[in-house]
């Protein structure tokens, strides 16, 4: 099963998949490459179409710029409204997760945000998806602090075998917090005997406990794991 990436070194949502908008808008970062930030392909793919030579035209629904990709398992992305000239691959070449396919620009318009971004579609079998659910985040993507929770995360080659996993063992259950400490209020509690993926053990230490980073129901949470039994 293929493990899309995202196409930014910097993964910064700025406007979500939702009825009307069938993408995620991803942000640029002056630390990486600023409004001309480089993209890369997704993953092992095929380049499928590519337009180029696109000023801005701000008519709505115009995605400039852009390359189309297609994955294994039924997998296809598209990233638009990129910088006029900048692509440097054509229909039919070979590309990895590695491969520079061009530059972020503002060429298009999806409606929504006139900035420089990059307008990401990813299809599945055709059907546009929600690109938070299929598209990881890798070891060397840096991830905007308001957006780290609800985006998968990669975890190795066979992440089946590479993860580790807790079991709460405080009776009454225990409270997660979205960072390590009490000043970050009660999240969710987590009850007696669940199995949740571990992150990172010892993350920090605060509060006079050392805590955990895991994944509780989809996000990355904290907690102090005095009472983790570790699987
Ligand atoms: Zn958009």
Redesign the pocket.
């Known amino acids: 099963m293929i493990k899309l990436k995202y196409p930014l070194k910097f993964v910064g949502i700025t406007?979500d998949f939702g009825l009307t908008?069938r993408?995620?808008?991803m942000a640029w970062n002056v630390k990486y490459g600023g409004k001309n930030a480089d993209i890369y392909a997704c993953g092992d793919g095929v380049v499928e179409s590519i337009r180029d030579g696109r000023n801005n035209s701000m008519v709505n629904g115009d995605s400039g710029n852009y390359v189309t990709i297609k994955y294994a398992d039924g997998y296809e992305t598209r990233t638009?409204?990129m910088l006029k000239g900048s692509i440097t691959v054509k229909k039919g070449d070979k590309v990895t997760k590695d491969t520079l396919i061009g530059k972020m620009g503002n060429s298009g318009y999806?409606?929504?945000?006139k900035a420089y971004?990059l307008?990401f579609i990813v299809w599945k079998n055709g059907v546009r998806v929600n690109p938070r659910k299929h598209v990881y985040v890798y070891d060397d993507n840096v991830v905007a602090k308001s957006n780290e929770y609800k985006l998968l995360y990669y975890h190795g080659e066979d992440p089946i075998e590479e993860k580790k996993y807790i079991k709460i063992n405080a009776r009454s259950g225990v409270w997660c917090r979205k960072g390590i400490g009490f000043k970050y209020p009660k999240y969710k509690a987590i009850p007696y005997g669940t199995k949740c993926e571990l992150l990172e053990k010892n993350a920090g230490t605060s509060n006079g406990y050392k805590w955990d980073k895991i994944i509780y129901k989809n996000e990355v949470v904290y907690l102090p794991n005095k009472w983790n039994i570790y699987l």
């Open positions: 406007q908008h993408a995620l808008d638009c409204h999806c409606g929504r945000n971004h307008h």
